[in-house]
Structure formats: C-alpha cells, structure tokens
C-alpha cells in the first residue's frame, strides 16, 4: 500500500478530511467520512462505494495493513501524528481512522425493486431525522437479513459519518434508496405483492399474531409522532406489547423486534451485491 506522511495539517493531500464537523453539515460533494477499522474494511470491499483515501494515526497504521492490503483497491494511506491529525479533523478522533468514500450513482426504488426474490424484506423509514436511529436501522436490516432500506426525503443521511458509524457499515452494505412519497410507494409495495405492515404503539394486531411468507414491508416512523396517519390507515398496523402505562419503545429497539420476527435468516438476502456475502469484521 502507498504511505505517504502528513506532518502539516494544511497539506493539500488531505483537504477532504479538514473540518469535519463543520463539513458534514454543509455536505461533502458526493463524498462521506468512514470513520473506524470495521466501517473501513466494509467501504474497501464495497462495489457500490469507493475509498479515496485514508488517513490513521501512526500508532493505529500496523494494525489496518491487512485489511488495506487484501482490498480490491488500495487508495493511498496518509499517516499523521495525533496533533497533526485533530487539527486537520478539528477535533480529537478517539478512533484514529478515517476514510473519505465516493457516494457514486444514486439508487432508486426500480433499482431495488429490480431483481427482488419471491421472497423478500424491505424497510421503508419515514421521518428518522436522527442519525443514531438511522444508523441503528440500518444495522438491524444487515443483522436480520433485510433486501433494502427506502427512506423518504425528512430522513436524515445515512452517509452522514455519525449514521455510517452507528450502523458499523451497514449503511454502505445494505442498498438504500430515497422514495419521493411514502403513501404512493405502499400502493406501489401491494402491487408487487408485499404485505405492509405499520409499526405504531396503536397498531391493531399485536406483532406476535402476525403470520406471514414472501415479500414484506415493514414501515417505521419517527419517534413522537409516529408515522402519518394517512399511512396508518392503508396498511396493516402492528404493535409491540409492553408492559401497562409504558407508552413506546426507541424506533431502533422496536425495528430489532419487528425484523426478528418477520425475518427469514436462513438464506442471505436476495438483492445484495456479491461483495455483500462478506461478513463485517467483528
């Protein structure tokens, strides 16, 4: 692998990583920051995404040369000292790795669609504006087997670096895509056979009573609010029983339920790309 030392924090090589914080809220231009070894080694085996670049602390360089070296490609590897590296960051980066990833081609719901076994399981979020949420979603969808993750356009990025991290990579390993409008996407759900189901603390039927085989979509909505009404009303609606005068689960916690139980682990899932076969790193 290339290594090249950064000892000034203004050296152009490695402008894409200044500023992070201030930078993931203006956007990146088609880029992102992966952020520790797991979220590393899922960006360098991806097919849908690529690594730019990366930089580590010295003292964290021996330890990725495996997984840098077995990758398809290998981008070059800036190395800095810790002062070096949290000035060029703006602050201290406890996990000492960081990679700048192109985001490529957008997907969309064709795209997904396209391909989809007899057999399948999408999740569509609607409103998840909070990247630990989301993040924790999309770690839940790897972990249960999940096709896809649809999210509608009030959901926060799941490229953004906090969500990529909180998925530890799922979010560059399960494909997603943004679906213009929800309600017209469940209509378009029940034409391609996919039973529908509304997770809300007022669902009608009890999770554990629900029976089903195929293609599932399971909604999910954002905390409070819950997901609109106008959807609750053209789905099925189920809920997870709790103990009396407790209101509702975390969306994450409750989307780890509800793909438990409609999850066929079995088998990998249908739609992922042949890189997806590989397990994230433990």
Not at 30 to 45: D, M, W
Not at 143 to 156: M, S, Y
Not at 256 to 279: C, G, K, N, V
């Amino acid at each position: 692998m290339e290594i090249i030392r950064i000892d000034d924090p203004a050296d152009s090589r490695v402008t894409p990583f200044l500023s992070i914080r201030e930078r993931d809220i203006v956007g990146r231009q088609g880029r992102f920051i992966a952020e520790g070894k797991v979220v590393l080694n899922v960006l360098l085996n991806s097919s849908r995404f690529r690594a730019e670049s990366i930089l580590v602390l010295e003292n964290r360089l021996a330890g990725l040369s495996e997984i840098v070296e077995n990758a398809p490609v290998k981008p070059p590897v800036y190395v800095a000292s810790r002062e070096v590296m949290d000035r060029i960051a703006g602050f201290p980066i406890h996990r000492g790795v960081l990679a700048i990833g192109e985001k490529g081609p957008a997907l969309d719901a064709a795209d997904i669609f396209d391909g989809l076994a007899d057999q399948a399981l999408i999740v569509v979020a609607v409103g998840i504006a909070n990247h630990d949420n989301l993040g924790a979603i999309f770690r839940n969808a790897a972990a249960f087997g999940a096709d896809a993750v649809l999210i509608d356009p009030t959901c926060c990025d799941p490229l953004y670096r906090k969500a990529i991290r909180v998925s530890v990579g799922a979010a560059l390993k399960v494909p997603f895509a943004t679906v213009p409008n929800p309600t017209s996407l469940a209509a378009d759900l029940m034409a391609r056979g996919f039973d529908t189901f509304a997770l809300s603390p007022r669902g009608r039927t009890d999770i554990r009573h629900i029976k089903t085989s195929g293609r599932v979509a399971l909604y999910l909505g954002t905390e409070g609010e819950g997901l609109p009404d106008a959807l609750l009303a053209r789905m099925q609606t189920v809920r997870i029983n709790m103990a009396k005068n407790f209101d509702s689960l975390n969306v994450a916690a409750a989307s780890a339920i509800a793909l438990h139980h409609f999850a066929s682990t079995e088998s990998e899932p249908q739609h992922w790309p042949e890189y997806m076969d590989r397990t994230l790193a433990s």
